[in-house]
């Protein structure tokens, strides 16, 4: 018996899969098909790349959901070492007192990174009192996408997309009238692109206290001034002749684009990859048209998401998910995450090393959510190494306060408000006024219900 023990003992220590088991680190996110596939291949190459920890990645749902589920499992205590988490939920998570603090974590591992390389309107976001408190991982910011069929079809420059608004109107007009398209432009994430973003290139405060980053009390949404008038006034305006056709929330509006229904269209830099696989025409990018006359032509603000550590685990499981977001955070795996998915490269040596082996100018629909958010030139430079032979390019967007971001409690349920208003303008059951008046006066009352939760 001693023996058959002995024998199956040593047949189990031989066995490939007999070694020590790995520490495992819970992942939540909120990512689907070709992203989401994209997400498990990253995390499949960090657990093959060493021994000690093994990622196990968790679908919650959508980003609201994710994020309910973390909190509750927190609550609950049991939550994932890691979940992602979209940008409007920031300052929720901030004040939550659920977490784990990722300038912390990686002083805690004794685990250094360059934050100083990460782009700073990517990194600025996230970061309070200058310390970093979730790693920025799948970071896009709105764009403006264009049919160069339809174009050509008008008698437009396919490699010259409209840079103004009264442009956009006016290429509408002749792509309808030429048969191009059924509309003119749509747009996905209404709020994100239509009234966040519009403020922020415009360097139009869309909140007080510097859109929510220095108070939590006191904050007010600034979305019914002259702006905000102005431009939801001109969408709905244009209604009328189809130059602009509502498509709905989040990425319902996709299909108008990528039929060929409307012939432009806003959504984020992150839908690159699976338009490239999807769209049968011709295509191209383009920066956030800009209203031009006394308004700055400002930067524009990201979306995506960051991960986010969650207090509630054994101390030694840490060092796991330290480990991870360090390997997320190299260079080589900021590139293979962008070109496999459309999202940004954060860090500028990845920047530099995408520069230098001319995937800008080889990829230039890649290159437009970079230049847009940096305020670099919206035509790709040949590559750093020849950029640097010559003077450094005049920015053409300059970053302000009022386009660093926005820091909101209760900003899920904002969106929500503001998304529900613009449809009763664009429906006809308010006038532009009231409807943005009734918004501002909805997620007013949201934010002073955060500001009582959360007074510190």
């Known amino acids: 018996m001693k023996v058959f023990m002995s024998l199956c003992a040593a047949l189990v220590l031989a066995w490939p899969g007999a070694a020590l088991a790995r520490t495992e680190i819970h992942f939540w996110h909120a990512m689907t098909g070709a992203l989401g596939d994209a997400l ?30 973390a909190i509750a499992a927190y609550r609950q205590k049991n939550p994932p070492h890691l979940v992602q988490v979209f940008e ?64 050509k079809k008008a ?40 009234v966040e973003n519009m403020h922020a290139t415009h360097d139009q405060p869309f909140a007080s206290k510097h859109n929510g980053f220095d108070a939590v009390e006191g904050v007010e949404l600034l979305i019914n001034r002259e702006f905000g008038l ?36 806003i959504q984020s830099s992150a839908l690159i990859s699976g338009f490239s696989k999807s769209i049968k025409f011709d295509w191209g990018t383009g920066e956030l048209p800009h209203w031009g006359g006394r308004y700055p032509k400002a930067t524009s603000i990201i979306g995506g998401a960051t991960l986010w550590v969650l207090k509630g685990k054994p101390q030694a499981e840490y060092r796991g998910a330290a480990k991870f977001l360090e390997y997320l955070a190299k260079p080589e795996q900021q590139m293979w995450w962008h070109v496999n998915t459309g999202y940004l490269a954060i860090s500028n040596t990845a920047v530099r090393n995408l520069e230098q082996g001319y995937h800008f100018v080889k990829n230039p629909k890649q290159y437009t959510a970079f230049a847009q958010l940096t305020g670099l030139p919206p035509t790709a430079p040949a590559a ?58 909805k997620s007013n009352a949201l934010l002073k219900e955060f500001a009582a939760t959360y007074k510190q």
Not at 54 to 67: I, N, Q, S
Not at 167 to 176: G, N, S, T
Not at 391 to 402: D, L, M, W
Not at 407 to 435: M, T
């Open 40 to 69: 498990e291949t990253q995390v499949k190459q960090f657990n093959e790349s060493q021994g000690e920890y093994e990622v196990k990645p968790l679908r919650k749902g959508t980003y609201p959901e994710t994020l309910t589920a």
């Open 88 to 151: 409007v939920g920031t300052q929720t998570m901030m004040l939550s007192g659920a977490v784990y603090p990722v300038y912390e974590l990686m002083q805690h591992n004794e685990i250094k990174i360059d934050w100083n390389d990460f782009i700073k309107p990517v990194v600025g976001y996230y970061t309070k009192d200058g310390k970093l408190y979730s790693m920025p991982y799948n970071s896009s910011t709105p764009i403006f996408y264009y049919n160069k069929d339809a174009f």
């Open 155 to 194: 008698g437009l420059d396919p490699e010259k997309p409209p840079r103004t608004w009264p442009e956009v109107e006016a290429y509408a007009k002749k792509i309808i009238a030429a048969g191009g398209a059924k509309c003119g432009f749509s747009t996905g994430w209404p709020s994100w692109t239509m």
């Open 384 to 441: 750093l190494k020849d950029a640097k032979k010559a003077a450094p390019p005049k920015p053409e967007r300059v970053a302000t306060p009022n386009s660093s971001g926005l820091r909101l409690g209760n900003f899920v349920q904002i969106r929500d408000v503001i998304e529900s208003e613009l449809e009763n303008v664009f429906n006809g059951k308010k006038p532009v006024k009231q409807g943005l008046d009734d918004a501002v006066a």
């Open 230 to 265: 102005k431009h939801v006034g001109a969408l709905n305006g244009w209604q009328k002749d189809n130059v602009y056709s509502y498509g709905g929330r989040q990425g319902t509006a996709d299909p108008k684009f990528v039929n060929g229904d409307c012939a432009m269209y």
